[in-house]
């Protein structure tokens, strides 16, 4: 990700769905204006659900997905189909394509079946509307349906206002750290600098809180742990919050004042896209650990692993010292996380800001359903090293007015 572009994770995600060659990967072309996915009369041309993320009028930074045919066949086109399914997870919008020739089958009966059963706004749109005859007039206009023609262009611009329309109902006015501070107020962000961090930059996390700062007037400060106390020191008054990577938790706790405010990065994100009472919750399960449990332990994105890595290092050996016990780990990554958690004792999630907020609320959604507990890094290390009360204390939001601009 560029630093000037919107991250993955706070694009509204567009997902094109329908049967092999109802015309998906055209309308995507059509909607997007550019030739986004490879076209042809051959049946089951899109093998793989391919993103691409883009500014697309009226609707701002979204992430356009061209799925495969939801009715491809054999072997290789069912793991297709589950390819296809998995998306439904991380769509904000879905756009069920209808061929207008052979109308709606089983197989979009279905579809639209799961989209209401996950609540995800969608639409349906028939295609190739330019091959009937006594086409729309006759055609009921209802607000799930639109009807169009990828290859003469007709309709399209009416279909983007109607996607625009229902995205808007998805806003979420939620903020990372914003309302937790006010303007001008200061705030200390810890940030580690170790083996793990990338070189010449801010991880995302850290990039998206002082961001979100920076938009109400609050002035954030940013420093490694080892220089924490020098920067309390030159600091006139006390700050009005300190963030911390989670990892130096129990440092960050010791030098701070009692009077501050403190959480960690990873617990801003947990209350930004995730429930925070249920991973607070979760991380109760460790009383229950014991030898030989399993534990999932999943992060959202899928970096280069290095020596002193928190997810597959430095967490394994702190719940081992926590419990005293030696569970199994198990570790995925990405996309990668698994529908069926049901033989897991605990899940231990990343904060996600690789995925968008319907995707992490669909894991622990799953994870709730299926009755196994989960949480997020930093309320787990805070809850082993003692100081979740705190942590989650200092997630008060604080009222003050904007002053309109003279």
Request: charged content about 25%; glycine content about 8%.
């Amino acid at each position: 990700m560029g630093m000037n572009e919107t991250p993955s994770g706070e694009r509204v995600h567009i997902a094109f769905f329908g049967r092999r060659n109802a015309g998906k990967s055209s309308l995507v072309n059509a909607v997007t204006g550019q030739e986004l996915a490879i076209v042809s009369d051959i049946r089951g041309t899109t093998t793989d659900p391919v993103y691409k993320s883009m500014e697309l009028l009226p609707l701002g930074p979204v992430v356009i997905i061209d799925t495969p045919g939801i009715d491809d066949e054999g072997e290789l086109g069912l793991k297709r189909v589950g390819k296809t399914r998995q998306v439904l997870n991380k769509a904000d919008l879905a756009v069920l394509v209808v061929d207008a020739v052979e109308g709606i089958s089983s197989w979009e009966e279905e579809m639209i079946r799961l989209f209401e059963k996950k609540e995800i706004p969608y639409l349906v749109v028939y295609n190739k509307m330019d091959l009937l005859t006594g086409k729309s007039e006759q055609e009921p206009v209802v607000e799930h349906t639109a009807y169009v023609s990828a290859r003469t262009r007709e309709g399209i611009q009416q279909l983007k206002e109607k996607m625009a329309r229902l995205t808007s109902q998805e806003t979420d006015e939620k903020r990372l750290a914003a309302d937790l501070v006010k303007p001008f107020d200061t705030v200390i962000l810890v940030v580690p600098i170790d083996k793990a961090a990338p070189k010449g930059r801010l991880i995302l996390p850290q990039q998206q809180v002082i961001r979100d700062l920076l938009d109400i007037g609050a002035m954030p400060f940013v420093c490694r742990e080892s220089e924490l106390s020098e920067t309390f020191a030159k600091l006139k008054e006390a700050p009005a919050l300190i963030i911390t990577d989670s990892q130096v938790f129990p440092l960050v706790d010791r030098l701070t004042p009692p009077q501050v405010r403190l959480t960690s990065f990873s617990i801003l994100f947990a209350r930004y896209k995730g429930d925070l009472k249920q991973a607070a919750e979760g991380a109760k399960a460790l009383e229950m650990i014991q030898d030989g449990d399993p534990i999932l332990i999943s992060e959202g994105c899928t970096h280069h692993r290095q020596c002193g890595d928190i997810g597959t290092e430095k967490l394994p050996d702190w719940i081992r010292q926590y419990t005293g016990k030696a569970p199994e780990f198990h570790f995925t990554s990405g996309t990668e996380f698994p529908e069926d958690v049901s033989g897991y004792k605990l899940i231990v999630h990343c904060g996600g800001c690789m995925l968008n907020a319907r995707e992490m609320k669909s894991r622990l959604r799953s994870a709730a359903d299926q009755e196994i507990p989960m949480t997020n890094y930093g309320i787990l290390i805070a809850y082993m090293k003692g100081i979740l009360k705190r942590s989650m204390g200092a997630l008060e939001p604080v009222r003050w007015e904007i002053c309109a601009e003279k």
